[in-house]
């Protein structure tokens, strides 16, 4: 599980489980900057976090669920449509086969 820690500077922080009733943290996930909403999924072979920075959405990649790589920075701009004004926040995706979507609704 991945969850944000506003004591420690809004970090995305990890937990394990076993049996989904106990939980044993790991440690800070990513703590580059202040972030909120991660979401992490499967995506052609690696895992994918994004999360919401506030100027847009952080991309990070791994193959092992310990070491995040910065993948860039996307959602960081207003889009050509009326409601596509200002940049992204707290997105989620859906992977369908060989495409994934990323979903995000415009804060009213």
Request: cysteine-free; charged content about 30%; glycine content about 12%.
């Amino acid at each position: 599980m991945w969850y944000k820690d506003e004591g420690n500077g809004s970090a995305t922080y990890a937990a394990d489980s076993d049996d989904l009733y106990e939980w044993k943290p790991v440690g800070a996930a990513l703590s580059h900057r202040g972030h909120e909403g991660p979401n992490v999924f499967r995506f052609k072979g690696s895992y994918w976090m994004i999360v919401d920075e506030w100027r847009g959405q952080g991309v990070f990649r791994t193959d092992d669920l310990e070491s995040w790589e910065p993948q860039g920075l996307i959602l960081d701009e207003s889009g050509l449509r009326d409601d596509d004004a200002g940049f992204g926040h707290h997105a989620d995706v859906v992977v369908s086969g060989d495409e994934a979507f990323e979903l995000n609704l415009k804060a009213e």
